[in-house]
């Protein structure tokens, strides 16, 4: 088997008396979508923060294209390759799409000019080509969706940690921008995705894992893991599998 | 080189003013206002661009002022070396407290109380130190020269404070369209979001603060060579950081020209007060209050920020790409 581009080993975080993230193990295949799931408040967001830098983990290693990257702060960590969008969008709303973007064009591009184009070309990319010049906080929030996966895309990585950035979306809204995620797996970008959105998850993921109260309880295909009972009892209760079961039977 | 043009022109126009008005009061004026532009936009990079709220760069200018006062008078240094080693001494100080404040992460108002409190102590230990003269102050020995940084004519300061100031605005027009600039404004902007864009939020700002501290120190080396004296009042007080954070802000923060208008009205404002009232003390504070609380209330980015809004107003409605609601409204 090739070797992970991100392997998460037994990663715990405790805030005070709360453990967030209890040794939590995960991976994500070179080149392919990987999918996070799970209820709310189960420790996804922590653990993208911790693999992003933004949280230091307790315990546990996080490995990315064979280095050991735990601890190294978020900024170098963008250096390596690895973007993240948050789940709450952060736009930068005193500026402009383009100057949106521009923020990240320039990690990799030095002069004005070619970080510009190359700002230009990612806004297009998403679909955002028509409003480069539009202040930030007049977007619609599929709009801001979009902004902040192209400041994600626009440092060039090699992966991609999305935060559910198709939350908030109307159903039409999020069959424009399933196939701009599924575009970029197909540039070789390696994605790493939290979420809520079933059908998404079940259309573009090809492995998904599932962290409930902060453990990882179940991984596998789509389809394995939304049959799987533990899984879906994590999500509505003990006993839930069952019933489900015997209604369906009925 | 792209944007430079109105900087040119500004400066050119200022620079025939000596050749104009002779009056040694208006020449005086000129030079306070252009000395606290030159403080201001020291202020503005650090604060206006970078968006860390400084509420002590007399730190910078005092030290500034003092360091060039100090290695003159105590040490026989030459006067244009002196005033070098006051910008560094200034900058050398920023780095420091810089990695004192942004280390600890300390942002917003705990940022500006720690610049604050920092200005303050200097404050106190220029009063009492026998190497800052404490009480009586530094007074440099008047000796007319280019090789002491001395002039009869008020003209030459002016040029030479001017001369400043056009450094200071090519400066920050240049930091605004680097690399730099981007990022300074996007860790201004949401620090966290330009973390995971790859910006070295720490590192940007201890070069902002850098260039700040060194920018208003110069506002401040100046100051003693012009005024030929300096008192821990003059060169610590709240003054001094009162009008480098005020001009910015009334002239537009975050834009290259800011500082410079906001100090021409601030000051233009402070003297028509004196007009009015006399020395009566602590007036243009109240002006100065009144001022900002007028600024913030109406145009929230300062009055190049109003301006801008304005010019854009004005076209799109005689623009052909106007909207149809809009020339509805106004038709």
Known sequence: ?250 | MKGLFPIISVLAGLAVVPLVAHSNVTLNFLVVALMIALAGQGWNILGGYGGQYSFGHAAFFGTGAYVTAILQMRYGVNAWIAFACGIAASAALGAFLGALTFRSGLRGSYFALVTLAFAEVLRIIASVAPITGAGVGTLLKLDLGVRTLQFQSRAVFYWIILALVGISLVATRLIERSRFGVWLIAVRENEDAAKALGVNANGVKMAAMLISAAMTATAGCFYAQYFLFVDSGIAYGTWISIQALLTPIIGGVGTVFGPLLGALVVKLLGECAKLLAGDAPGLDLIIYGGVLVLVIWFVPRGLIGGLLHLHSLILRRSGPAAPPMEEARHG
Do not use: W
Not at chain 1, 34 to 54: D, Q, R, V
Not at chain 1, 191 to 202: D, G, Y
């Open chain 1, 1 to 250: 088997m090739v070797e992970p581009l991100l392997a998460v080993d037994r990663v715990s975080c405790r805030f005070g008396g709360l453990l967030a993230v209890n040794a939590a193990s995960l991976t994500a295949g070179e080149g392919r979508i990987t999918a996070l799931i799970g209820p709310n408040g189960a420790g996804k967001t922590t653990l993208f923060s911790i693999i992003s830098g933004f949280i230091r983990a307790n315990d546990g290693v996080v490995r990315y294209a064979g280095d050991i990257i735990t601890g190294e702060p978020p900024h170098r960590l963008a250096r390596r390759g690895i973007a993240r969008t948050f789940q709450i969008v952060q736009p930068f709303v005193g500026l402009s799409v383009r100057e949106n973007i521009l923020v990240g064009a320039h990690l990799h591009h030095r002069t004005r000019d070619t970080a510009l184009a190359a700002a230009d070309q990612v806004g297009r990319d998403v679909g955002l080509g028509d409003l480069l010049d539009r202040p930030a906080d007049t977007l619609t929030v599929a709009g801001r969706k979009r902004l902040e996966l192209a400041r994600a895309l626009a440092i060039e990585p090699k992966l991609l940690l999305l935060d559910e950035v198709l939350a908030g979306l109307n159903p039409s809204e999020i069959r424009d921008i399933v196939p701009v995620i599924r575009g970029l797996c197909g540039r070789g970008i390696t994605i790493l995705m939290i979420e809520h959105v079933m059908q998404a998850v079940m259309s573009l993921a090809e492995h998904v894992f599932v962290l409930a109260e902060g453990r990882i309880i179940a991984e596998g295909s789509p389809a394995q893991v939304v049959a799987n009972p533990i899984v879906v009892e994590a999500y509505l209760g003990h006993g839930a599998a069952v019933k489900l079961g015997a209604s369906h039977e009925r």
